[in-house]
């Protein structure tokens, strides 16, 4: 009933490029904004992109210009293309409504190398 399946992480270069896919529900799709999230090792897990019903974005200043967030709504999927990455983009990357459930899902992870 409720699946969020979060794929596209992986080890990168500093400076390099990913895009991260996220396969959620029709249910969750629903909802008005749908958000990426971070947890970095030993960090609170933090909102660092939005996007609205409308197409409205908003981003965590950390990631403001390298960062953009998208979303398909006829296949359920949520999108964040990420460049110019840096060590500091290192952590696991999740999916959800804005504000967030309860559940989240496994995540992906992004490790971006010096």
């Known amino acids: 009933q409720v699946q969020l399946v979060e794929s596209g992480g992986g080890l990168v270069q500093a400076g390099g490029s990913l895009r991260l896919s996220c396969a959620a529900s029709g249910s969750i799709f629903s909802r008005n904004s749908l958000g990426w999230y971070r947890q970095a090792p030993g960090k609170q897990r933090t909102l660092v992109a939005e996007i609205v019903g409308g197409g409205s974005t908003n981003y965590a200043d950390s990631v403001k210009g390298r960062f953009i967030i998208s979303r398909d709504n006829a296949k359920n999927t949520l999108y964040l293309q990420m460049n110019s990455l840096k060590p500091e983009d290192t952590a696991v990357y999740y999916c959800?409504?804005?504000?967030?459930?309860?559940?989240w899902g496994k995540g992906t992870l992004v490790i971006v190398s010096s």
């Open positions: 959800n409504v804005v504000p967030s459930f309860e559940y």
